[in-house]
């Protein structure tokens, strides 16, 4: 509609602009020079955000439209900082988790909104075999590989390029990950896209191809708190899960192999439910979990871009809903968050102030012969795409 009303003005300014040529062939410049002007719904801005210790500079991106959404995004880590929705009052709040500076990225962060690779979640004992070779990656959680290693592509500084339309602006970031960094196998070329639409949603578009048979898993690692107050806890905070089954983990979070039925169990997000609701229900994988720190398997595989979740904050009136063509999607309730990390606006980030969905193949799938593969082989590209849209719901 919008876009009709534009090209409706558009023609209207060429017609009149035609018109003023002809009656004062003397004011030709002035009528061009206005018919050319375009107006951008969504925009983009850079900015610095000063270096690394190791002396590399990092950018910032402010994406912004039209209707209160504007995020900010740095080439360390493909970092989100800052993603400020409004809620039903209209008022634009960030929602979520992060840091004021570089430096306390830096100096400690549980991945707060980053490009996770080359693997998203857990490897078990940081070993996997392609074609009978085993190769051995960094442990960072306990005995198992976490989100890449120890530096992952959450801690690397990636290229940034540009580039709008008239109704969206993109970031476009590309890291190259050398042969054997972190101990995977294969020089890939890795691209993530972030496009700020003027409807309100943020796609990610992640790509990669590889020189040498890799694995290969992506995803983002926003931890969300749609009040848009981080001093509130997200357990009244709702869930929906378009998924009939999860997958069980063993006392180390590494999947023991099989898929469950959510039915009957706290693992049922079905329907909208509060994180809290069940949360403290007595049960093994909770308990092993720490509360949910579990990927669910997603309904309707093989169909592209489909609903994955939706999470609803009845206080503010913020909804984030998510679409994907990934398997899989991890829901983390913030577990390991502690009070001991100094949150944006003067406080901390206490237990469970923010949630996790992170789209994904499943966690360890380079070790088990039954999910679908994460094997990415030269000549192939790896594609991989989700959407979070965001929206108020007034009751
Ligand atoms: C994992 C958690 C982990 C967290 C790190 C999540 O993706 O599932 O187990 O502690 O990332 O911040």
Request: glycine residues 8%; hydrophobic residues 30%.
């Amino acid at each position: 509609m919008k876009y009709l009303k534009r090209c409706i003005y558009g023609l209207a300014l060429v017609f009149f602009s035609i018109l003023n040529l002809q009656c004062k062939p003397e004011k030709k410049k002035e009528a061009v020079e206005t018919e050319t002007v375009v107006t951008k719904d969504v925009t983009i801005e850079k900015r610095s955000f000063g270096e690394t210790p190791e002396k590399e500079k990092v950018a910032i991106y402010t994406l912004k439209n039209t209707n209160g959404i504007e995020i900010n995004i740095m080439t360390y880590g493909g970092i989100i900082t800052s993603l400020k929705t409004p809620n039903k009052k209209g008022i634009s709040e960030d929602i979520v988790l992060g840091y004021n500076s570089l430096d306390e990225y830096i100096k400690s962060s549980p991945y707060f909104g980053a490009i996770i690779g080359r693997y998203g979640n857990r490897i078990a004992k940081g070993k996997f075999k392609i074609d009978g070779k085993t190769y051995t990656l960094a442990t960072n959680d306990g005995e198992n590989h976490l989100h890449g290693g120890l530096k992952g592509f959450d801690k690397v500084v990636w290229s940034a390029s540009e580039e709008t339309t008239d109704n969206s602006a993109s970031l476009i970031l590309s890291y190259l990950s050398k042969d054997m960094e972190e101990g995977y196998p294969g020089n890939i070329d890795v691209t993530v896209t972030y496009t700020l639409t003027n409807e309100n949603t943020l796609e990610i578009a992640y790509q990669a191809t590889t020189d040498k048979t890799t694995v290969v898993n992506l995803t983002q690692h926003s931890y969300f708190n749609l009040s848009g107050d981080f001093s509130k806890s997200i357990l009244d905070q709702q869930v929906q899960i378009n998924a009939d089954t999860y997958i069980p983990v063993d006392q180390t979070l590494i999947p023991t192999g099989e898929l469950a039925t959510v039915e009957g169990t706290p693992f049922d997000f079905r329907t909208m439910k509060t994180i809290g609701k069940d949360i403290e229900v007595a049960n093994d994988q909770l308990k092993k979990g720490l509360g949910f720190d579990h990927c669910w398997v997603l309904n309707n595989q093989n169909i592209g871009m489909r609903f994955a979740a939706k999470a609803y904050d009845p206080t503010s009136g913020r909804v984030l809903e998510v679409t994907t063509d990934e398997p899989g999607i991890q829901f983390y309730s913030g577990n390991f968050l502690d009070g001991t990390l100094p949150s944006k606006n003067g406080g901390t980030y206490a237990h469970r102030s923010g949630f996790c969905l992170e789209t994904q193949h499943y966690p360890d799938s380079p070790n088990q012969k039954d999910f679908p593969t994460t094997i990415l082989k030269p000549g192939k590209v790896y594609n991989s795409k989700t959407s979070f849209k965001f929206y108020v719901k007034k009751e």
